[in-house]
């Protein structure tokens, strides 16, 4: 009777991230939490660069962790719809439906995702499509929590609350005798 084929259990999906680098994370969201708050608003820049910096922000966290590191789902939508909302915003183009671009931003970093994901990046498509889920959502709400939903404040609060909770818990990894080093290094 032939032997049945063994093979190797399935790599895992679960991002790859140190202690050491979560902590850096932390930081790095932490960071944009503060540029976020001290260049957006009144009498400063206006508030539609808020998805594009919180986009890029995740992104520079990402981009810590490597092609197998988290935030890359968020880091994609909110760049992607950010760089929209950033064009439409600056050249106020008057035949251009505002819906239209959102959705077109979004939609370009989906495709940005799917071939970062083909080359070995780790993605999550639920990642994704909630980060856009969340965005349109919140931009659908807007007129009913002025002065909240509206504010670059709201939405660094909730960054830097993200950024904490990551350098917490990278140092309760570092404390309990994680790795201080990326993996695979």
Partial sequence: MPK???TSP???KAPVRSPANRVIQGLLLTGGAVLLGLTVGE???SFY???LILGLTYLVAAIVDGPRGGYW???LGLTGWGLAVVYLGGVRPLDIDPAGAYLAGAG???ILAAVLRSRGFLI???GFAATVAAGGLVLAFTPRAPGTLDDATTYAIALGVVGLLNVAAGAYGLARGGSSARPGT
């Fill in 10 to 12: 399935p790599a895992s």
């Fill in 43 to 45: 009498d400063r820049v």
């Fill in 4 to 6: 049945p084929e063994m």
């Fill in 108 to 110: 370009l970093a989906g």
């Fill in 49 to 51: 660069w808020t998805p």
């Fill in 73 to 75: 789902a968020t880091a």
């Fill in 124 to 126: 999550s498509e639920v």
